[in-house]
């Protein structure tokens, strides 16, 4: 039990406590006291307590990582895609299926409206017209003219056969003589809704109450669109032919 003089310095309401070999507990209560380590027959047996099982961690729903998190919560899981957003862009309603224009025989046409008639197809949106139109289907074609016209064709951008030339003069081999009433059959016979006119030949046979200065007229709901003549259009630059047929563009055409 040590030396008996190692009891002085304990507090008596602690004596028995420490007579029992319990006078470690009480280093707080002895502060000078060195206590000797007491004999294994003396120290009473401490019964260990199992260690407590470690609890199994709750899982919690993963959060989805926001937008401005840093490289270490990109790290937990990936953000799961957001299902796709409706489009704003309003769904085109399947229009009710227009009236079928009944396409007559190319044949029945005079030349050369009959040449032009055989490559006719449902996709025309527009007939371009020009006093010379006939003489250039003769066989007798102005090579500038058709450079012309194959360039405008290319900018305008649009599908194979939206475009078609209709004739509103015919060439007796000399001259030109005037057609309009062939001309407007031709329009109604195949549903067109717009002319692109050039020149003021072409003006006066198809429009003549039309202002000369007149850059649109409409004659029986049909748009006209009033355009330099060609012959003067061929001796342009490209870019300025385009900048003064521009006006073919804003056309609602299809």
Known sequence: MGSPSAELNVLESARPWYQNGLQFLFKEALPDLSPAAPSSA????????PA???EKPVQ???QPV????????????????????PSRVPVRKPSPASAKVNFPEPC?????????????TPRLQIFWTYAQLAQDLSGQADAQRRKLF???IG????PKGAISFWPCTTWNGSSLEGSPDVF????????????????DEARELLAPSAPPGASTVHVDNIQLVMLNDPDFLKTLPPEEQQLLCISLLRLPLF
């Open 155 to 158: 900018y305008m951008g649009l």
């Open 108 to 120: 029945s046409w005079p030349e050369p409206w009959s040449k032009l008639a055989e490559r006719i």
């Open 66 to 85: 926001s937008a401005g998190s840093g490289s270490s919560d990109r790290q937990g899981f990936r953000q799961p895609t957001p299902p796709a957003r």
């Open 184 to 199: 407007w059959n031709g329009v109604r016979s195949y549903g067109v809704k717009f002319v692109a006119c050039f020149g």
């Open 150 to 152: 194959q360039s405008l």
């Open 52 to 54: 407590p099982m470690p």
């Open 42 to 49: 003396s120290r009473p047996a401490v019964q260990k307590s």
């Open 60 to 62: 919690t729903p993963a």
